[in-house]
């Protein structure tokens, strides 16, 4: 139902991948060729590949800097179409469907006596 959420989270690696190839290279390959191989060591190998990227990249350019650092930044609440479509109304659906399904079900599960209808 978050499908607008999980398809950002699963095209950021390849805007990534295009903006910055050398970087984001090792870090893919390494998850690609031990996600069939060994994949509860993917994911820890990529963490091992990004840092040896990073300390590359802070040998190369005198130090860590930049966009590797992190930094706050106060980030206020809006409503936009986009957040309404990806999160707000998939949400809504999913807990008003589990609220109106279960509930019933529930009831004869148990023998408890269900008249219908929202109290």
């Known amino acids: 139902m ?3 959420v999980v398809l950002e989270l699963r095209l950021t690696p390849v ?14 390959l390494a998850w690609l060729v031990l ?3 060994a994949p ?3 994911v820890p190998a990529a963490f091992a590949a990004a840092l ?3 300390g590359i990249d802070a040998a190369n350019h005198g130090g860590v800097h930049g966009s590797l650092l992190p930094r706050l930044r106060w980030s206020a609440p809006r ?4 957040g309404v479509l990806s999160l707000a109304l998939p949400l809504y659906v999913v807990t008003m469907g589990a609220r109106t399904s279960r509930g019933p079900r529930y ?10 209808g929202v109290r």
């Open 40 to 42: 509860k060591w993917a």
């Open 107 to 116: 009831c004869r599960a148990t023998a408890i006596a269900f008249r219908g």
């Open 2 to 4: 978050l499908a607008g």
């Open 52 to 54: 040896v990227v990073i």
């Open 15 to 28: 805007k990534s991948f295009v903006a910055h190839p050398w970087e984001v290279a090792p870090i893919l």
């Open 79 to 82: 409503l936009t179409s986009a």
């Open 35 to 37: 996600l069939p191989l």
